[in-house]
């Protein structure tokens, strides 16, 4: 298992709240195999979220992935320890790459304004990591859908969740072609309340149908790894009742469970799974 302080826990700690404290219910040999995931995807996303975005970072992280897959390694420890995994896993290296382009994409103003847009986004960002987890666990084939459906329903959430945080970067991952707004800016969504709840209701109406199809796929995952699993599908759901009793709260603050909430709800699992 990696340690506190190496590159790996710190990567995953300082990323995710739910997802780390969530990870930290599945066997020791699993969750190494998640750091190591989730530090190389965490890692691309950052270059591309900073502020300024470092493109040639990410080219450059880029380019020493797609050296390192076919030749010696790269001395970096996030990208070899993420082709080892990838090679011992059988990854399939077009997820990777579709993870890659959805990355790109963000390095230039990002407007997925129809569903058909995000959903493209998602397979990248999202789907393809419920199929690298699927094969981290070992998991029958059978359950690659659900594993998408649980990647796709994340990010989602995430997508409404960060509405504020993505104005900044100009940024649209939600359809709002299927509304009359013209933006999600709050001035815009002011001035259309009623509208703008509506549509945040809509879209949470989509989230849990991919998230129910999701669930329905939890009897397919061994009891040891579908606590970590339900934990943070939980907490996720979480979110989502948060900002459906109050859509404006995106725009307040960042909807997030207190790490206490997300050990609560694994211990529970733990004992009712």
């Not at 419920?130 to 359950?143: H, K, Q, T, V, Y």
């Not at 549509?199 to 009891?223: C, D, S, T, V």
Request: proline letters at 4%.
């Amino acid at each position: 298992m990696y340690a506190a302080g190496s590159v790996h826990y710190e990567t995953f700690r300082n990323g995710s709240k739910t997802y780390f404290n969530s990870s930290r219910f599945f066997p020791e040999d699993v969750r190494r195999d998640v750091f190591a995931l989730y530090g190389f995807v965490r890692t691309a996303d950052d270059f591309v979220d900073r502020v300024p975005q470092d493109r040639d970072g990410f080219t450059g992280f880029v380019n020493r992935y797609r050296a390192a897959l076919h030749g010696p390694a790269s001395n970096d420890p996030i990208i070899d320890s993420f082709v080892e995994l990838s090679r011992r896993k059988g990854f399939d290296p077009a997820w990777t790459d579709a993870f890659l382009h959805s990355m790109a994409s963000d390095l230039d103003t990002s407007r997925h304004e129809t569903i058909d847009a995000s959903l493209a986004y998602i397979y990248g960002s999202a789907e393809v990591i419920g199929l690298f987890m699927s094969r981290i666990m070992n998991l029958d084939a059978g359950a690659e859908n659900a594993a998408q459906m649980l990647g796709r329903a994340m990010q989602f959430i995430n997508f409404i969740r960060d509405i504020a945080e993505d104005n900044k970067f100009g940024r649209i991952y939600l359809p709002i072609s299927e509304s009359s707004l013209n933006s999600l800016d709050e001035a815009e969504t002011r001035v259309h309340g009623e509208e703008f709840v509506a549509f945040i209701h809509a879209q949470l109406q989509r989230y849990m149908m991919w998230q129910e199809e999701a669930e329905a796929g939890y009897g397919l995952i061994p009891r040891r790894y579908r606590i970590p699993i339900k934990t943070a599908g939980d907490m996720y759901k979480w979110t989502g009742q948060q900002i459906a009793e109050n859509p404006f709260i995106v725009y307040n603050r960042k909807v997030k469970p207190h790490r206490a909430r997300i050990v609560f709800s694994g211990l529970f699992n733990l004992v009712s799974c």
